[in-house]
Nanobody
Framework: QVQPVESGGGLVQAGSSLRLSCVAS????????MAWFRQAPGKEREFVAS????????YYGTSVKGRFTISRDNAKNTVYLQMNSLNPEDTAVYYC????????????????WGQGTQVTVSS
């Protein structure tokens, strides 16, 4: 079992940058993939990015590719989401999740979720 805990959300202006953090606790973390999702009011949850603790596998959702960067610090059991060039459409609750890692990162099923952190981008 893995417990993700997010932090770093806030209110920023359009064009700004923000970095979210997710500290993961639990056993055998190296066997899990970590991901960021987001959900805006009235919209379905959307995949943002994912990463593995081992190797260099990363995967991005199409709406954030080129603006957001996912990274990790194994020593701190922390996954980051660097968000640049934010716009009001990025306003959402951002969730960190963990799931058993498989070869095809895009097909990971995430079954451990954090409580979310609010990101609000003003125009």
């Amino acid at each position: 079992q893995v417990q993700p805990v997010e932090s770093g959300g806030g209110l920023v202006q359009a064009g700004s940058s923000l970095r979210l953090s997710c500290v993961a606790s639990g056993r055998d973390l190296s066997t899990y993939a970590m991901a960021w999702f987001r959900q805006a009011p009235g919209k379905e949850r959307e995949f943002v990015a994912s990463i593995t603790w081992v190797g260099f596998n990363v995967y991005y959702g199409t709406s954030v590719k080129g603006r957001f960067t996912i990274s990790r610090d194994n020593a701190k059991n922390t996954v980051y989401l660097q968000m640049n060039s934010l716009n009001p459409e990025d306003t959402a609750v951002y969730y960190c999740a963990a799931g058993p890692s498989i070869t095809t990162l895009s097909r990971v099923v995430y079954n451990y979720w954090g409580q979310g952190t609010q990101v609000t981008v003003s125009s």
